[in-house]
């Protein structure tokens, strides 16, 4: 599509165009011109400041009217029920200039069925002396995870509208950090999205009580494919390769029957272990034993351990099993009992309500979402009361002696420690790198710059 320029026949070229159209070249760093240019080699990734550095540069660069200061940035974000040309209108321009943005933003967009809470820049210069309305000099939004649409005023008066799309590349990544606040945001910083992070966390489920174990300063590492923009942004995460967390490892492996399994570093296959905490990014806040009831007010045995969580949280199966019971029970409240393999059973107590389909008789699998965090029954306050049951006798949950998992052997744990060994290589590789550091590019694609 060529530009738009309804001021300007296509033939002028003046040095001020030329200065115009460099804040475009400024913000289409990363971004190649697939119709006249071959991809370049991959440069480092741009992290968040160094993009709002270079759109800041765009719009400042952009020619502004005469009688006009330097444009200033506008973050914006459409309000439930708010158009896209009232949104621009409220970031300080008169309703004909938005008018106008919008109808030009249309050409490469639907603008019409926009939803609330769609950011944008807007980049306004305010008349000198404060007389007189402000004007639109430059306008960027994000259309998907690798497009932006940016409109530029030029020396003259008019808008150009470009249409932008970063290169996205497979990645397999290392990343490597410290505790510094929760897991989830840790991670985050790394490049994990939250369901990666959440992957990591029921897996470790089965060893560590994220409440207790883990402190600020503790390690960690992932190793996980992504796809990854140009400016360092993660799109989408594959699977969850590796996972350490204060000296327990855990290795993805798919076994010759075609089931993805992860095992320790011995071999040992993890999913034979009941889950230490059924539910996610939660704290404990009663243990097993002798207590003062909260309600009753007297000291009465505990026989369970108490995870607060707010209403509505998925709570886990904790081990392959099947459903005894899913019902309403006394002071427990709703109530989910799943039978497992050697003499044990898992419940679960003060439910908000039952994963759909929820029944007696079905079979579940670890980590399966089967009810919802709640407060029904005697409770002061929505949290999962968990007990583990051996031989018809409750226990305590932490410390409770679990079945083992398989073992791998023969061929499959030949393949297996070849595997583990390019895992390890991989990290070790990695050690003097910084925290997130992108190990093995795996494909590239080439999409640029279309307008």
């Known amino acids: 599509m060529q530009e738009f320029d309804p001021r300007r026949p296509t033939f002028r070229v003046t040095p001020r165009l ?39 540069a765009a719009f400042t660069q952009s020619e502004a009217q005469p009688g006009f200061a330097r444009p ?70 994000r ?80 190793v996980f494919d992504r796809k990854i923009t140009e400016s360092g942004r993660t799109i989408e995460t594959g699977a969850l390769e590796y996972a350490a967390i204060k000296g327990v490892k855990f290795y993805r492996f798919e076994r010759s029957g075609g089931e993805v399994q992860y095992f320790d570093e011995t071999g040992k296959n993890i999913k034979g272990f009941l889950l230490r905490t059924p539910v996610d990014n939660a704290r404990m806040t ?43 029970w006394g002071g427990y409240g709703n109530w989910v009992r799943i039978r497992h393999t050697g003499g044990f059973e898992t419940g679960y107590a003060h439910l908000s309500r039952f994963a759909k389909g929820l029944r007696p008789g079905q079979r579940v699998a670890q980590g399966q979402v089967v009810a919802y965090v709640g407060s029904t029954g005697a409770s002061t306050g929505p949290h999962l009361h968990y007990e583990i049951w051996q031989n018809g006798k409750r226990m305590n949950p932490v410390g409770a002696k679990a079945p083992q998992g398989t073992v791998l052997a023969g061929g499959e744990l030949a393949a297996f420690r070849a595997q583990k060994a390019r895992i390890d290589a991989m990290i070790e590789d990695q050690g003097e790198a910084p925290a997130a550091r992108l190990a093995l590019a795996q494909d590239e694609a080439s999409p640029a710059l279309r307008r």
Not at 22 to 51: E, F, R, S, T, Y
């Open 18 to 56: 030329a200065i115009g159209l460099a804040g475009l070249a400024a913000l289409a760093v990363g971004w190649k011109l697939a119709a006249d240019n071959p991809p370049a080699q991959a440069k480092a990734p741009l992290d968040p400041a160094a993009i709002t550095a270079l759109q800041h």
């Open 72 to 141: 200033q940035s506008v973050p914006v974000k459409v309000m439930p029920g708010e158009t896209l040309e009232s949104a621009v209108e409220r970031a300080g321009v008169p309703r004909e200039e938005a008018r106008r943005a919008v109808e030009m933003l249309g050409e490469a967009m639907d603008t019409v069925h926009i939803k609330a809470g769609m950011a944008f820049d807007a980049a306004v210069a305010r008349p000198r002396g404060e007389r007189g309305p402000a004007r639109l000099i430059g306008l960027s939004l």
């Open 143 to 222: 259309t998907g995870p690798a497009q932006s649409i940016t409109l530029s005023r030029t020396f003259d008066g008019a808008l150009r509208l470009r249409e932008m799309e970063e290169k996205i590349r497979d990645e397999r990544t290392v990343a490597s950090g410290e505790i510094e606040g929760s897991l989830y945001e840790s991670a985050s910083r790394l490049g994990a999205n939250p369901r990666i992070v959440g992957e990591m966390v029921k897996l470790f489920s089965h060893k560590i009580d994220f409440d207790r174990d883990l402190k600020p300063g503790d390690a960690f590492t992932m």
């Open 286 to 328: 009663s243990r097993f034993g002798m207590r003062r009831h909260p309600i009753l007010g007297y000291n009465r045995m505990h026989q369970g351990i108490d995870f607060g969580a707010g209403a509505g949280t998925p709570v886990f199966a904790a081990g392959d099993g099947v459903v005894v019971e899913a019902r309403r």
